[in-house]
């Protein structure tokens, strides 16, 4: 991005004043951001969750069953960009508003589909919808916190993430196994068109780099942003290593609600809640420790979060192998409790690092990048993944608990790889965040 572009504050301190908007509003504009983010998560797990009882109404192979999350990844990889080049240049509140109304109102019309092909239209929607969520959220939320606080206010956001996981996982898998798998469509999708009337008309448009020491004077192109981004090694290392991690933890996610019912027997309703009450409890708890870990004086160094990243991320590596190679449930059950907390700590500081390592007017953008490569590996990749060397595994037989516990082990080790890139973030990243935002 050319210099002339910017206006450089001392690099002392922020060039606004974070006391301007009081502090009840900041916090309210993060909780209905959370709500936002909690809502996306609860909508694209249903699906995984539901796996088995809609495989069996339309006689899908793992194959097939994994290409029902690839309409919804293809559409909100391609559409982010789109919708984060408005976000960086539009009214922020307003296009976040539109997007959650149609996704959830897409996730609503999944509970009407009566065929494979309603439902990958109907998912198609929910991606498209979903493209202009996070990346909007992120954006807001960077204008309502300073630097040093917004590895704590994005961990606070990602709380979504636990919370709508364990509604996708336990509160649809009960609905399903009581009311069949379309009622849980209607019950997920139904709030969230209430939600974007309320961001619509109760969120206020923040000016856009009023706590940053480094403001952009215009937004820059789609090529600027990447050029940017890609002389900052930090931020290379940051987006690699929080793709990764998604590609490791939701991947294997995916089809673990599958795996555990062929293994163990259990319906979709039991197994919902078996990983509802982790999602829930585990990732609750790790996003709040998280929050307080990174909100004290000591992490306002970028070097300690990251490294914090790369530490957590090697160590729950551990846990994910033994989850799919023990035969035992209640040793696989464990494992699930030290595992499963990993894949939502990262986000928040994981998210942080890539906004202030970015200017203010391509934050929108940066985040859109960042989420295109870990929802192509996540959402894309992972499933396709498990899916076909599940099906190899078998052989000339139907996919089976053997095939599938085969496929997620192949998997597993790939938090190592993320681990890798926290660690080389750590080498560059204060200087290029005094780059980036003005200051440490």
């Known amino acids: 991005m050319k210099e002339t572009t910017m206006a450089t504050a001392a690099a002392t301190?922020?060039?606004?004043?974070?006391?301007?908007i009081p502090f009840w509003q900041r916090w309210y504009v993060l909780l209905i951001m959370m709500l936002v983010y909690t809502i996306s998560i609860a909508d694209r797990y249903v699906l995984s969750t539901l796996l088995a009882p809609i495989s069996r109404e339309l006689h899908?192979?793992?194959k097939g069953a994994a290409s029902l999350g690839i309409p919804l990844a293809l559409f909100y990889v391609t559409?982010?960009?789109?919708?984060?080049?408005?976000?960086?240049?539009?009214?922020r509140r307003n296009l976040l508003a539109g997007v959650?109304?149609?996704?959830?109102?897409?996730?609503t019309l999944c509970g009407f589909t009566r065929g494979y092909a309603d439902l990958l239209l109907a998912r198609i929607g929910v991606g498209i919808g979903e493209a202009g969520g996070t990346p909007a959220c992120n954006s807001i939320i960077a204008d309502y916190f300073p630097v040093d606080r917004r590895s704590m206010a994005m961990t606070v956001?990602?709380?979504?993430?636990p919370i709508g996981a364990w509604l996708g996982s336990d509160i649809a898998g009960a609905i399903s196994a009581t009311h069949g798998w379309r009622a849980a469509f209607l019950v997920l999708g139904a709030p969230g068109i209430i939600l974007a009337l309320v961001i619509l008309f109760t969120i206020k448009e923040p000016k856009r780099g009023r706590l940053d020491g480094v403001v952009d004077e215009?937004?820059?192109?789609?090529?600027e942003t990447v050029r940017f981004l890609w002389s900052q090694k930090s931020a290379v290392?940051?987006?690699m290593g929080s793709g990764l991690s998604a590609f490791w933890g939701w991947g294997l996610m995916w089809f673990t609600p599958l795996f555990i019912q062929r293994t163990y027997g259990l319906d979709e309703g039991a197994s919902g809640s078996l990983l509802g009450q982790i999602y829930l409890w585990a990732g609750i708890g790790a996003s709040l420790l998280t929050a307080w870990v990174v909100g004290r004086p000591a992490y306002t160094n970028p070097r300690k979060i990251s490294r914090l990243l790369a530490v957590v991320t090697a160590i729950a590596t551990v846990p994910s192998f033994i989850a799919y190679y023990t035969h035992d449930l209640a040793v696989a059950h464990l494992m699930w409790w030290l595992f499963i907390p990993a894949i939502y700590f990262y986000i928040g500081p994981a998210f942080a690092l890539c906004q202030n390592l970015a200017t203010c007017k391509m934050r929108a953008m940066t985040i859109a990048i960042s989420l295109l490569l870990a929802n192509l590996l996540n959402l894309i990749v992972a499933p396709g993944m498990v899916g076909i060397l599940s099906d190899y595994f078998a052989g000339p037989h139907p996919a089976d608990a053997a095939s599938l516990r085969l496929a997620q082990l192949c998997l597993a080790p790939t938090g190592l790889w993320a681990a890798w890139h926290y660690w080389r973030a750590e080498k560059y990243i204060v200087?290029?965040?005094?780059r980036a935002v003005g200051y440490v």
Request: proline content about 6%; aromatic content about 6%.
């Open 13 to 20: 301190g922020p060039i606004g004043d974070e006391t301007a």
């Open 60 to 62: 899908l192979s793992d």
């Open 79 to 91: 559409m982010g960009i789109p919708l984060s080049w408005l976000g960086d240049r539009t009214n």
């Open 100 to 107: 959650v109304a149609v996704w959830s109102l897409m996730t």
């Open 157 to 161: 956001f990602c709380l979504g993430a």
């Open 218 to 223: 215009a937004a820059p192109s789609v090529v």
């Open 237 to 239: 290392h940051a987006i």
């Open 431 to 434: 200087e290029d965040q005094k």
